[in-house]
């Protein structure tokens, strides 16, 4: 079965960069999606299509895509962008959808 | 503004059947698919499967096939997820979620399966 694969866990000090990746075959061919989860709350788009960003997003967020990786970057990371995120995809076909893992990102 | 609302928390004993109900508001609800997404607690996201509201299309993940249905109303805008015969390991948080984007996502169920 398609897997996407997250790091567990990445740190960073607040206004420091923040990169998280996802890893999966099919990426080249299907668009990435990620969101963020807070304790206790639904997830939250954050980025769509590899890099488009909805409405009411901050700015610091954004998503590139390269082969078999997809790349959340938070830019100047604050504390409040401390959260679990998980990134979404399609297998080759189209028909499955995965999630990654999770990442958790810490703000020391 | 656009939302989904979803139904109660449930507790359910191993064996039995829950029905989860997700209602839309805010937009055309046959305009965009609804997935389905659960969460045991201290885990990923699963994503369990998704319906076309317009058709009732659905397809489903290979691990719920044939324990579960999801089917709507549209004179109501509600989509519903049924999972039968339940077991402790069915114990999480189900999510609906709108369009291939998941960009508004229910506030979750809790599914409790205790006997």
């Known amino acids: 079965s398609y897997e996407l694969t997250q790091p567990p866990s990445v740190s960073v000090s607040p206004g420091q960069t923040a990169r998280i990746t996802c890893s999966g075959d099919?990426?080249?061919?299907?668009?990435a999606y990620w969101y963020q989860q807070k304790p206790g709350q639904a997830p939250v788009l954050v980025i769509y299509k590899d890099s488009e960003r909805p409405s009411g997003i901050p700015e610091r967020f954004s998503g590139s895509s390269s082969g078999t990786t997809v790349t959340l970057t938070i830019s100047g990371v604050q504390a409040e962008d401390e959260a679990d995120y998980y990134c979404q995809s399609a297998d080759s076909s189209g028909t499955i959808t995965v999630f990654g893992g999770g990442t958790k990102l810490t703000v020391l | 503004q656009v939302q989904l609302v979803q139904s109660g928390a449930e507790v359910k004993k191993p064996g039995a059947s829950v029905k989860v109900s997700c209602k839309a508001s805010g937009y055309t609800f046959t305009s965009y698919d609804i997935n389905w997404v659960r969460q045991a607690t201290g885990q990923g996201l699963e994503w369990m499967g998704w319906m076309n509201p317009n058709s009732g299309n659905t397809g489903y993940a290979q691990k719920f096939q044939g324990r579960v249905t999801m089917t709507r109303n549209t004179s109501i805008s509600t989509a519903y997820m049924e999972l039968s015969s339940l077991r402790s390991e069915d114990t999480a948080v189900y999510y609906c979620?709108?369009?291939?984007?998941?960009?508004?996502w229910g506030q979750g169920t809790m599914v409790t399966v205790s006997s």
């Open positions: 099919a990426l080249p061919k299907q668009y």
């Open positions: 979620a709108r369009d291939d984007a998941f960009d508004i």
